[in-house]
């Protein structure tokens, strides 16, 4: 039953069909979509540090960057991890370093608030170990207060605890190169000091002492700091060689390492020192690559820490043919061709859990071959299945189907890179302070999965059964779900339900009641729906937050799917309708995309508009995926 909304002299109707043309307007000629993905200022700041390093430091890409790190600074002098977010120490410390690398003065006002409140917070000494090892780059904190780092690691076997692949693939690129720096613990020369933002206390303690784990790794890093002074010589040109292999070979067809910022910086730098010049083919590579980006707008310039086109089409054609557009269209015949070109043919680090899994699935960028990833490749293949059907389309979605059902976790669920990847060991070593290092299965990635699954008419498969039970399971006593990658009760809710009534469930299961009952509890007063990203933190935020686009739109499709059409969904379609700006657009501030809980968060442009395409099309148009 088609249903009409009106708010405000305006529809559903027509706030869709202006939503879904400025998507149109955004496609590229080549089929894909790209929204920025916004991240935080340690991004540039590092990229200003990384160009230090190996000598390429530019004055005016110094001064665009420095004014871009300058307009994020709040009025206390403070930088944070998302809009609105609680000072962060070792973010505002970054953020000052490159500053005086740009030229501002320490004794400026807004340098002395941002020292001030570093110094408080207990001074560069507790700045995290991630920040720490960027200053001991440059001799502004000794390596031997760093964790140890060696690069023998490289000869731990699969199977043997804190091998290489224990580490989530993000961590693991980042890792690798990270212990190629260790073993050469370089100090070159920065034009600045930062004396001012020491406070003389004790170093961060990650966990207490009386951690019997926290202990025993305390007591190995004592032993390879003495390992450390004298390796074994042989040995460790092995190892140095064998991870200057390995981080080679892992490079993108675009000059990346994951697609992503940290494992790309720090391999530039592991392998300049090794002994690679900047004329170095693959040096030079990622140096170029990084341009690509880079986002110069006006006087400013910053640094996306990845990009999204694949999963950005995927679901700008899901929401395009949800607000009615046919299979037929140009535009979508254009991102689904495009997205075939995409499909991942080669073996990547999965297939070391997964040895005799034939290749298939999709990444999330533009090139990231090594790392197809299950949540992008069940949205690509609900995207293709939504396309005019082709036999080389149904040969590709066999294979990212039959690749994704062999990923799956010993549980029954599906993370997002690997199989298995759940050694909880690996969380307590103590250069982990920074950011989610495993990739265990999650309620997101899995109810995708099982979404997918049963778009295909696997309802009665074990694996789809096995990732049903997992979601049933992982409800949490107030109804909502844990939202790995996105923010975050509302994110893992809205993914949820719509995957477990696809799968069989009725809406009057008792989990989509409890999941209803929870949504209808944490709308705002606007009528929208919005969680603040402490609510990783901090369970009082579950829920709670100022109202935005994305997050409206992730709880309307939760509630469509679950048959609702009162009061509740009203307010929210008006919320939707009312907040509209003339493009078609909505304005979202807010972070609504997670890197690592807790720590890392982002901003995808596009979420503002796809999702809110999609769920008003469900619901003007009274259709589902």
């Not at 004790?202 to 004298?230: I, K, N, Q, S």
């Amino acid at each position: 039953m088609t249903t009409t909304h009106e708010t405000r002299g305006a529809t559903a109707a027509e706030a869709l069909e202006r939503a879904a043309g400025r998507l149109l307007e955004l496609q590229d000629a080549a089929g894909w979509w790209k929204g920025e993905l916004e991240t935080n200022v340690t991004m540039e700041a590092e990229d200003l540090l990384l160009r230090q390093f190996l000598g390429i430091a530019d004055d005016e890409v110094t001064r665009l960057t420095g004014n871009w790190i300058r307009s994020k600074q709040r009025e206390d002098g403070t930088w944070g991890n998302f809009h609105g977010a609680p000072a962060d120490p070792s973010t505002t410390l970054e953020a000052y370093v490159a500053l005086r690398l740009a030229g501002d003065p320490p004794d400026a006002a807004h340098m002395r608030l941002a020292a001030e409140f570093v110094r408080e917070s207990g001074g560069l000494e507790r700045a995290r170990v991630f920040t720490k090892m960027w200053l001991a780059l440059f001799g502004l904190w000794s390596w031997d207060d760093l964790p140890a780092m060696p690069p023998e690691l490289i000869f731990l076997p699969p199977w043997a605890p804190l091998n290489i692949y224990d580490f989530a693939c993000w961590a693991r690129q980042t890792v690798a190169a990270l212990t190629v720096t260790w073993a050469y613990r370089p100090v070159r020369e920065l034009p600045v000091t930062v004396d001012e933002l020491r406070a003389g206390g004790p170093p961060l303690t990650r966990f207490p002492v009386t951690d019997p784990w926290a202990r025993g790794f305390l007591l190995l890093d004592r032993v390879l700091h003495l390992y450390e002074r004298r390796p074994v010589a042989a040995l460790r040109r092995r190892a140095l060689a064998r991870m200057e292999s390995w981080i080679v070979e892992r490079q993108e067809a675009d000059g990346s390492w994951g697609g992503i910022q940290p494992p790309w910086v720090w391999s530039l730098i592991a392998l300049n020192l090794c002994g690679r010049g900047l004329d170095d083919p693959v040096v030079a590579k990622g140096l170029a690559g990084l341009d690509a980006f880079t986002v110069v707008e006006g006087d400013v310039r910053r640094l996306e820490a990845c990009q999204s086109p694949v999963w950005d089409t995927a679901l700008a054609l899901i929401a395009l043919r949800d607000a009615g557009l046919p299979d037929d269209d140009p535009a979508i015949e254009r991102a689904a061709a495009w997205l075939l070109g995409e499909e991942v043919r080669q073996r990547g680090d999965w297939a070391v859990r997964r040895p005799r899994l034939a290749t298939g699935g999709w990444a999330f960028e533009f090139a990231n071959d090594w790392y197809p990833d299950i949540d992008d490749t069940a949205e690509v293949v609900l995207a293709l299945r939504r396309a005019r059907q082709t036999d080389e389309l149904e040969a590709a979605v066999r294979r990212g189907v039959r690749w994704t059902l062999g990923m799956a976790s010993r549980n029954g669920a599906w993370g997002a890179f690997d199989a298995d990847n759940c050694r909880e060991l690996v969380r307590r070593l103590p250069f982990c302070d920074f950011g989610e290092v495993i990739d265990p299965p999650s309620s997101d990635v899995t109810a995708h999965v099982v979404e997918m699954l049963a778009g295909e008419g696997m309802q009665d498969h074990p694996l789809l059964r096995s990732g049903v039970e997992f979601l049933l399971r992982e409800q949490e006593p107030d109804g909502s779900w844990f939202g790995r990658w996105g923010a975050n009760h509302v994110y893992g809710t809205g993914a949820a339900v719509p995957a477990l009534v696809a799968a069989g469930l009725e809406p009057d299961h008792r989990a989509i009641r409890r999941a209803v009952r929870w949504l209808e509890s944490v709308q705002n007063d606007d009528g929208g729906f919005g969680e603040d990203l402490r609510s990783y933190r901090d369970p009082a935020w579950r829920g709670r937050g100022a109202s935005t686009a994305s997050q409206t739109a992730w709880a309307l499709l939760a509630l469509h799917a679950a048959g609702e059409t009162g009061p509740v969904v009203q307010r929210a379609v008006d919320w939707l309708v009312r907040t509209q700006l003339d493009d078609g657009g909505w304005d979202e501030p807010w972070y609504t995309g997670t890197g690592f809980p807790g720590d890392f968060y982002i901003n995808y442009h596009l979420y503002r508009l796809v999702f809110p395409v999609s769920a008003l099309g469900r619901i003007v148009r009274g259709g589902g995926r």
